[in-house]
Nanobody
Framework: QVQLVESGGGLVQAGDSLRLSCAAS????????MGWFRQAPGKEREFVAA????????FYADSVKGRFTISRGNAKNTVYLQMNSLKPEDTAVYYC???????????????????WGQGTQVTVSS
């Protein structure tokens, strides 16, 4: 059982940076693969980034590689998404996600997850 709550979204200008946070609860949360997805108006939800609790490293969509960084807090109950060099096309609702232990991370990088947050709006003006 996992509950996820995102925060940190807002309105910024192109080229600016923004840091999203996801607060999680659950007895076995530290064993979950965590990630971020986003959904722009009129578009399907897409994978953005993921981080494994052990052995998996980090994974990024091609559209954000070199600009976004995903990380976990020391207690493993928080996950962050540092977004740099933001572009107008990054505008979307961003969702925190968690994948049950034992499931392959490719499930998340391909667009699936077991738990979802409610989302936080990120708007990048040109």
């Amino acid at each position: 059982q996992v509950q996820l709550v995102e925060s940190g979204g807002g309105l910024v200008q192109a080229g600016d940076s923004l840091r999203l946070s996801c607060a999680a609860s659950g007895r076995t949360f530290s064993s979950y693969t965590m990630g971020w997805f986003r959904q722009a108006p009129g578009k399907e939800r897409e994978f953005v980034a993921a981080v494994s609790w052990s052995g998996g490293g980090t994974f990024y969509a091609d559209s954000v590689k070199g600009r976004f960084t995903i990380s976990r807090g020391n207690a493993k109950n928080t996950v962050y998404l540092q977004m740099n060099s933001l572009k107008p096309e990054d505008t979307a609702v961003y969702y925190c996600a968690a994948l049950t232990p034992g499931r392959q991370v490719v499930l998340m990088t391909s667009g699936s997850s077991d738990y979802w947050g409610q989302g936080t709006q990120v708007t990048v003006s040109s």
